[in-house]
């Protein structure tokens, strides 16, 4: 079992930036392909950005490419989004997610999921 505990949401004007953690309990944190999704009020879950267990391979939705970033430590067991240049249509709750696959944009091969920050962006 892997718990996943988020960190660094709030609310930023537009044009702002925030860096987003995700802290993992886990000793294999290295085996695990890492996500992020998000999830705004009347909307489904959507993927945002995924990294390989090696950090070598990383991956965005087309709405967040060129301002987000995707990153992990496995030494320290997290992952973090930076997100640059945000905008209102960003505002959602993030939740990162954990997955057995060596990396993966589809939702349901994620096993583990944290319970999500909220980021409001304000304009």
């Known amino acids: 079992q892997v718990q996943l505990v988020e960190s660094g949401g709030g609310l930023v004007q537009a044009g702002g930036s925030l860096r987003l953690s995700c802290a993992a309990s886990t000793r294999t944190f290295s085996i695990y392909g890492m996500g992020w999704f998000r999830q705004a009020p009347g909307k489904e879950r959507e993927f945002v950005a995924a990294i390989a267990r090696s950090g070598g391979s990383t991956y965005y939705t087309d709405s967040v490419k060129g301002r987000f970033t995707i990153s992990r430590d496995n030494a320290k067991n997290t992952a973090y989004l930076q997100m640059n240049s945000l905008k209102p249509e960003d505002t959602a709750v993030y939740y990162c997610?954990?997955?057995?696959?060596?990396?993966?944009?589809?939702?349901?091969?994620?096993?583990?999921w944290g319970p999500g920050t909220q980021v409001t962006v304000s304009s």
């Open positions: 997610a954990a997955s057995s696959r060596f990396v993966t944009i589809t939702k349901s091969n994620y096993d583990y």
